[in-house]
């Protein structure tokens, strides 16, 4: 039996087949999941095409998470299309460049509020207008995609902040979502090279010793372990579990230097 059969999964954050979304997708299908995609802004049009690249093309949904209409509106047309939400995949990141870089000092009020509001609020949002769906699921589970935020990495600055409160919201959401059964849970993933990954500042300095020092070993081009982790969780193998953080990354967060 596939372990997502018969699961409704909403999934964010697809833009190309590079992206650790997409993979996300691909498995799900694989693993009998119903899925729906969304996409926003100039993006709309590389997840529309994404999605025809997978096995079976999914709908794809336009939501910015910044615009409450857009939430709302997606909200009420999914309900218009499944009778219940048993899934939320959230890969959603953005900081300005001048959270980036090395420089933590450099950028301002307005640029921070922005990554956080994209990376982290973004969370909580997915969860509040899309929770009416949840409710009517008998075990529906949010999983988000995070990257280790216990220490400082070079260049990360202010996305590295943005994880670190994406971690602890995910613990409150835990406690506040309980009671409408949703779980949710994080994926601190290695690094892979997405579109993404490649405009962070010295994202190459990850490259070179991840798999170094990664018990396991670490293949930053292989999205799938990622993938089938997030797909896990979606599942009703982990029925109690919840607030949690999974690394997929090899062991390396495990060892010292």
């Known amino acids: 039996m596939q372990i997502l059969e018969n699961k409704k999964i909403?999934?964010?954050g697809v833009l190309t087949e590079s992206s650790l979304?997409?993979?996300i997708a691909k498995q799900a299908q694989n693993e009998g999941a119903e899925i729906i995609l969304t996409g926003a802004g100039r993006g709309l049009s590389l997840t529309k095409r994404s999605a025809k690249k997978l096995v079976k093309e999914p709908q794809v949904l336009e939501l910015d998470v910044t615009k409450p209409e857009q939430l709302n509106a997606a909200a009420t047309e999914l309900s218009q299309i499944w009778d219940r939400l048993d899934g939320i995949v959230h890969s959603i990141g953005f900081a300005p460049a001048d959270?980036?870089?090395?420089?933590?000092?450099k950028a301002n009020w307005q640029d921070v509020s922005t990554a956080l509001e994209i990376s982290t609020y973004s969370l909580k949002a997915l969860a509040q207008y899309f929770l009416p769906l949840l409710r009517l699921s008998e075990s529906s589970s949010?999983?988000?995609l995070d990257f280790d935020a216990t220490v400082a990495w070079p260049g990360y600055d202010w996305m590295g902040v943005a994880k670190a409160a994406l971690e602890s919201l995910t613990r409150y959401l835990a406690r506040d979502?309980?009671?409408?059964k949703t779980r949710i849970n994080l994926i601190a993933a290695g690094p892979i090279r997405t579109t993404a990954a490649r405009s962070i500042p010295g994202f190459e300095n990850f490259e070179e010793v991840w798999d170094k020092r990664a018990p396991l070993g670490w293949d930053i081009k292989d999205s799938l372990p990622v993938a089938k982790a997030t797909v896990a969780l979606l599942s009703d193998l982990f029925p109690a579990t919840t607030g949690e953080i999974i690394h997929v990354d090899g062991?390396?967060?495990?060892?010292?230097?």
């Open 10 to 12: 909403l999934i964010t």
């Open 21 to 23: 979304a997409f993979e």
């Open 99 to 105: 959270c980036l870089g090395g420089d933590i000092l």
């Open 142 to 144: 949010i999983v988000g």
């Open 177 to 180: 979502l309980a009671k409408d």
């Open 251 to 257: 062991g390396y967060h495990a060892i010292g230097a």
